[in-house]
């Protein structure tokens, strides 16, 4: 259940449902999928809760559940697959080495070769730090958005965010209360990501 969720995220299907419900072979052509396995994706996803069906097989139709269609499409703020992207890019794997972990009581994640340590591995390619910091993110997006449009700042012009990350907090704040002036504070890696997010959310000029 887990890898076909995560597999969903990694092809940004439900990002592309968001813009229209799709038939099975349409699905196909537009992620690149076999026919072999199609159906039983898709129906393990209507199973799972995160997506609807009207119709069967050749004549089935697939459309996002409301929830998936508020959290899982990337367009949207409220997204929150960043933390399933990273979950199947780099958390995933290391289920792979359960048994070590048990028998040792040894981390399993990157430093398990004994390396470099997990930030200097994360903050190693922009990449990996994207990742890492949407991932965060994404986590926190409910809450970010609650606070924004839920707390009073009528008596407040500033914010500083300390440990910021993707700068996802202030943004929030600020497309919800333009007058506010937020900083967000972070390490060095962290600022083409904030950066990129605050770009994202038309706050570039801001």
């Given at each position: 259940?887990?890898?076909?969720?995560?597999?969903?995220?990694k092809?940004?299907?439900?990002?592309?449902l968001?813009?229209?419900?799709?038939?099975?072979?349409?699905?196909?052509?537009?992620?690149?999928?076999?026919?072999?396995?199609?159906?039983?994706?898709?129906?393990?996803?209507?199973?799972?809760?995160?997506l609807?069906?009207?119709?069967?097989?050749?004549?089935?139709?697939?459309?996002?559940?409301?929830?998936?269609?508020?959290?899982?499409?990337?367009?949207?703020?409220?997204?929150?697959?960043?933390?399933?992207?990273?979950?199947?890019?780099?958390?995933?794997?290391f289920?792979?080495?359960?048994?070590?972990?048990?028998?040792?009581?040894?981390?399993?994640n990157?430093?398990?070769?004994?390396?470099?340590?997990?930030?200097?591995?994360?903050?190693s390619?922009?990449?990996?730090?994207?990742?890492?910091?949407?991932?965060?993110?994404?986590?926190?997006?409910?809450?970010?958005?609650?606070?924004?449009?839920?707390?009073?700042?009528?008596?407040?012009?500033?914010?500083?965010?300390?440990?910021g990350?993707?700068?996802?907090?202030?943004?929030?704040?600020?497309?919800?209360?333009?007058?506010?002036?937020?900083?967000?504070?972070?390490?060095?890696?962290v600022?083409?990501?904030?950066?990129?997010?605050?770009?994202?959310?038309?706050?570039?000029?801001?």
């Amino acid at each position: 259940a887990s890898k076909t969720l995560l597999t969903a995220v990694k092809l940004e299907l439900f990002t592309r449902l968001a813009v229209r419900p799709l038939s099975a072979r349409e699905i196909k052509f537009e992620i690149c999928l076999h026919e072999r396995g199609l159906y039983d994706f898709l129906d393990t996803l209507v199973a799972l809760g995160f997506l609807q069906r009207s119709g069967k097989r050749q004549t089935a139709v697939y459309s996002n559940s409301p929830d998936t269609d508020l959290f899982l499409d990337k367009n949207k703020l409220s997204y929150i697959g960043g933390m399933l992207e990273m979950a199947n890019n780099r958390l995933y794997p290391f289920w792979n080495f359960l048994e070590q972990g048990l028998r040792s009581g040894n981390p399993q994640n990157e430093i398990r070769t004994g390396g470099i340590t997990l930030f200097e591995e994360i903050y190693s390619s922009t990449d990996k730090t994207r990742e890492f910091v949407n991932a965060m993110g994404g986590i926190q997006a409910g809450n970010f958005i609650t606070f924004a449009t839920e707390f009073d700042f009528s008596g407040y012009n500033t914010l500083c965010d300390i440990g910021g990350a993707g700068a996802m907090l202030s943004a929030h704040v600020v497309s919800h209360n333009p007058h506010m002036k937020c900083i967000s504070f972070d390490l060095p890696p962290v600022c083409p990501i904030a950066l990129e997010n605050i770009s994202k959310m038309g706050l570039a000029s801001k």
